[in-house]
């Protein structure tokens, strides 16, 4: 294969199963992804960024069972979840891989059937434990247990015992030329302790591995061989070939291969640091430059996981503040390697001290005395003093230090050291007290120059915030009166003093509003989707059903609550009384389509404070891709009646 420009950069994310929707632990991989994906572009780079969806295998067949769905119907429908997400959070991708796509398909079958041949993967009888729902067989050393089982390490789940006829690769021809490449590349695996995880699992020796199943429909048939299917790990690695125009488009293909970066969760390290080099040495392919294992999102101390319940939705967010806060919050909160734990009062928190304080503020004063001082124009500034010499400094260590921690995948650091440069253009208003100057006429070119430099400190935060940030570093730098779009400036040639004297600076509008956490939390609480119920639906006796109390209700009167998109206030009449009741279906239905509405309401449910009102009793209605709808009855039923 012809060697790759140096000028190319390739970045992949995992491709995500699609047996459940997104959550924030996705969207963090996702946004990595986009940042570094941003930062190279911004260094002049020709990027490709894939990512998709992982769509064969048991669990998700399992998942579309349990639905009553096809599982290409169940594909069809969590790929648009996906992909919808990735635009709400500003991820601009390059190709969208499905592996139910047939080139992929057809790919995965025809390099199969090349490692056959040369005798890379063989037919023979498999006997272990395997995990269903993290679909693998666990390692020889994983302990059985008192009940002579297994627990998968990964995910706390009971292991069944599989003997099958299958095929292997011969995974562990591949110990001795693995240890040589990771020897030769010490950063394959990043960051070093993952490296050495790594190293010392293979030392240990490698046994080879199984890659078809008997007892899975959903994958794709193995050649000639149709009653076994590939295993969705071969598959789904190979995803990173296809997805690039492998023996589709062979100019992509060449000018892009290998990646320069696989980044993935810490869950997958195996996978992608030993069978991925494995099989692709097996089939004479380049090797990837890096796989870079982050962290884990936790709730509640724990990894956030569909099977534990405790999967935040990003869309509630994402509705109320947009995409960059929640953007920059998952970037700064945690260094790449290491876990964190998600609250929302630490996401606030941010919101306020960093993103509302420290540059909003200073965004906001900077262009508004401008705007009051100079009309939105300064034409003539004084000499530079100093102080502003200190500044000008102070953007060039801080320059250099910024583009290395993102080279090195460093996001939060370079975030620290770009609020570290912010804190110090504030500091530098401070002492300087512009708005003291203000009053004095003789001190216009001091003036001057102080706005002028702080401006220009704006223009390039904007575009160091970019990666991470693409929106609101866009307003910034709008504002600053730039006419050519951000994206397309360079960020090592952005220098100091590249706003031009006499440019016209638009009047700002605000970036970042305060957030009340209280309101913030009570709003969540009331717009969290309940937990989903999974393996076990949980039971509840008649007498516990009998304590509800349930009754026809008519709406009265109906209004919007003020500020919310979803919420109305309205008056009920339940027979007996009129109570007051907040619902989340504005949305759906306008206040006037509601009044004269007959509903079903629990009336003994005890009140709760919504938006500040008190609520004394609650609708029941279909939840519909979260839209509330209101069922109705076919005949006339007073209000009151009792629902059984
Ligand atoms: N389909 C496989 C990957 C195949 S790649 C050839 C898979 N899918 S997954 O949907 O279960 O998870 C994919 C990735 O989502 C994880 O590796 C990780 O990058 C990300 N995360 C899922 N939960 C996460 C957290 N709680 N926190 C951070 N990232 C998490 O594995």
Sequence with gaps: MAKK????????????????????????????????SRFKKLSGKEVFFLTGTDEHGQKVEKAAKEKG???????????????????????????????????????VQQIFQQLKQKGDIYKGIYEGWYCDSTEHFLAEDVPLEKGGHK????????????????????????QKPLLDFYSKNPTFVRPPSRMNEVVSFVKQGLKDLSITRTTVAWGIPVPDDPDHTIYVWFDALHN??????????????????????????????????????????????????????????????AKMSKSKGNVLDPHIILETFGADPLRYFLLREIPVGLDGNFSHEGFIHRINSDLANDLGNLVQRTLTMIQNYFNGKIEEIGREEKEDQNLRKEFESSKEKILKFYEDYALNRALEEIWSFINTVNRYLAANEPWKLAKDKSQKKRLGRILYQAAATLRVISGFLFPVMPESSQKIWDFLGEDKPLEEES????????????????????????????????????????PQKEEKMEMITFDEFKKMDLRVGEILKAEKVEGTDKLVKMEVDIGTE????????????????????????????????????????MLLAAEIEGKAIIPSFDTDVPSGAKVR
């Excluded at 959070?89 to 047939?102: A, C, K, P």
């Design 5 to 36: 420009s140096k000028n190319t950069f390739y970045i992949t994310t995992p491709i995500y199963y699609v047996n459940d929707i997104p959550h924030i632990g996705h969207a963090y991989t996702t946004i990595i992804a986009d940042a570094i």
């Design 69 to 107: 769905l096809k599982p290409i119907e169940l594909a069809d429908q969590v790929v648009v979840r996906y992909k919808d997400l990735w635009k709400a959070l500003n991820v601009s991708y390059d190709f969208f891989i499905r592996t139910t796509e047939s080139f992929h398909e057809k790919s």
């Design 151 to 174: 627990t998968c390490p990964e995910c706390g789940t009971k292991a069944v015992l599989v003997s099958e006829e299958c095929y292997f690769f011969k995974l562990s021809a591949y």
């Design 240 to 301: 990173y070939l296809t997805g690039i125009g492998y023996k589709w488009d062979k100019s992509r293909f060449q000018k892009y291969w290998p990646a320069d970066v696989h980044l993935i969760g810490k869950d997958i390290l195996r996978f992608h640091a030993i069978f991925w080099p494995a099989f692709l040495m097996a089939a004479g392919f380049p090797l990837p430059q890096t796989v870079f294992g982050h962290g884990w999102w936790l709730k509640d101390e």
């Design 491 to 530: 960020l090592s040639k952005l220098k100091f003093d590249g706003l031009k004297l006499g440019q016209v600076i638009k009047k700002p509008t605000p970036l970042f509003p305060r957030v009340d956490l209280k309101e913030f939390l009570k709003e969540e609480k009331t717009r969290q989707a309940p």
């Design 578 to 617: 009129k109570r007051t009741m907040v619902a989340g279906v504005a949305d759906v239905y306008a206040p006037e389509e509601l009044e004269g509405k007959k509903v079903i309401v629990i009336v003994n449910l005890q009140p709760a404070v919504i938006r500040g009102i008190e609520s004394q009793g």
